[in-house]
């Protein structure tokens, strides 16, 4: 390859890997007749082929030992760079006669299939398996160089974002927009929605083109959206709310909306049976007489629904904590619902998928003789509650009563939409 003509420009960034070897990331612009490059040209600087063994055996070697990706695919379905049974790195590759650019500005290299291959244990791979890379800079470093050319401006954009990456910005802005619409009381949800979302789905595209491994996708202005309103409906559901509690603000279509709304009831009880009937297994069978008894008693008022409240006491390492631990294993080895919640974050630690009592029920910070939860009927909050079999409240004697009654309150009114009696009940008639 003849030398390159001077550079116009450029732009890199130094990253550190978690074992604290550093890496760049490096967009260089050149001047002259590469602006426009021809495919003779890119195949001058880039290669994705493996040289000729029997001519350049000391480059053969080279792009063997820094250059070549796998085994995976079909040959090890264990790599790690396997995701659902295909390489998320797009290996193997396919064979191509002539170096083309596609429509989005990306490089189709030249791999042509000859009788060049290396062996990776049992496996033999080819050109389909090369990593592009330029020859002399791989004689230079003698090391991992992944060398590409970017064209078009459509690819630059993403360029730019892949070299100075950290989190990822489009989620960042997702989580903001999330952020403004929870905390902020936002008077005009719309023109913040109008202003922003095109921002917030940039990455829509290449993130549904992984997920459905379906690399030509493209998407509608209005899919995009689609999928952009469905990322902050998944992030809402994390504070309990959902886009139909904010006024103003456009919604995913109905069957879009549905969709999640099921996977977050299914992720609210996503516990594995197998392993939950396990656990109880181990915990009921080491039960004393006296734990036992707050067992069945428990158990008895929740499979009959009774709807019974019960207080358990003891000193410190008496067993309160082991007794919850074996009735929340129980109830979820039959896929019962049960919300385990304590007064302090300490003790919602040592309780199975625990959290506080005011993260979980919404309990206001400011409480007073007749304060509900904040929590509306209809929302997916509500319905969680009202579908719960059991609730254990741990250190509930340290809770103000306030925090109580205000529970008490609010399961009373969620579910005398379903239960006349509910409202007469305590907690609405949940045990």
């Known amino acids: 390859m003849s030398k390159v003509s001077l550079t116009l420009g450029i732009v890199y960034t130094i990253e550190f890997q978690k074992r ?22 890119i195949d001058r600087i880039i290669s994705a082929e493996l040289p000729d063994k029997e001519k350049d055996l000391e480059t053969f070697g080279l792009v063997e030992q820094d250059m070549i990706h796998g085994p995976c695919g079909k040959d090890s379905k264990t790599s790690p760079c396997m995701e659902n049974g295909v390489c998320t790195k797009k290996f193997p590759r396919s064979y191509v006669t002539h170096t083309q650019v596609n429509d989005s500005g990306y490089i189709l290299y030249r791999r042509r299939q000859t009788e060049q291959f290396v062996n990776k244990g049992t496996i033999k791979l080819d050109n389909k398996f090369v990593v592009p890379h330029n020859l002399q800079i791989l004689k230079k470093y003698k090391a991992h ?3 590409e050319w970017c064209n078009k401006s459509s690819a630059i954009k993403y360029l730019f974002k892949y070299i100075t990456k950290g989190s990822s910005q489009s989620d960042s802005l997702c989580y903001m927009f999330v952020l403004i619409l929870v905390f902020c009381q936002v008077s005009e949800p719309q023109k913040l929605w109008d202003h922003s979302w095109e921002d917030m789905a940039e990455d829509v595209l290449r993130q549904q083109r992984r997920l459905l491994k379906f690399p030509d996708l493209k ?11 469905l990322e902050i409906e998944r992030m809402l559901h994390n504070f309990e709310k959902s886009l139909t509690e904010f006024t103003g603000k456009p919604l995913p279509e109905k069957a879009v909306m549905d969709e999640m709304k099921t996977r977050a009831m299914a992720r609210q009880n996503q516990f594995d049976i197998a392993e939950e009937t396990i656990i109880h297994q181990n915990l009921f069978s080491t ?3 006296q734990q036992l008894a707050v067992y069945e008693a428990v158990m008895k008022s929740v ?15 008496t067993g309160k904590t082991f007794i919850y631990r074996a009735i929340i294993a129980a109830l979820r080895s039959s896929s019962k619902r049960v919300i385990p919640v304590a007064s302090s974050a300490i003790a919602a630690l040592l309780l199975p998928g625990g ?13 007073y003789e007749d304060t509900f939860c904040e929590v509306k009927a209809g929302t997916l909050l509500a319905n969680f509650l009202s579908e719960t079999d059991l609730i254990i409240w741990d250190e509930a004697p340290k809770a103000h009563r306030h925090s109580l009654e205000a529970v008490d ?3 009373r009114d969620i579910l005398s939409g379903t239960d006349t009696t509910a409202s007469t009940k305590p907690f609405g008639g949940k045990t």
């Open 20 to 41: 604290g070897l550093p890496h760049a990331h490096i967009l260089l612009w050149l001047e002259g007749d590469f602006r426009n490059p021809t495919a003779f040209d």
């Open 145 to 147: 160089v992944n060398v």
């Open 219 to 229: 998407l509608t202005p209005n899919e995009l959206q689609q999928y952009t309103l």
């Open 287 to 289: 039960l004393n007489n």
């Open 303 to 317: 499979n009959e629904k009774q709807g019974k409240l019960f207080f358990l006491y003891g000193a410190g390492g």
């Open 355 to 367: 959290r506080t009592a005011h993260s979980r029920f919404n309990i206001p910070l400011k409480l």
């Open 409 to 411: 309150r609010t399961f």
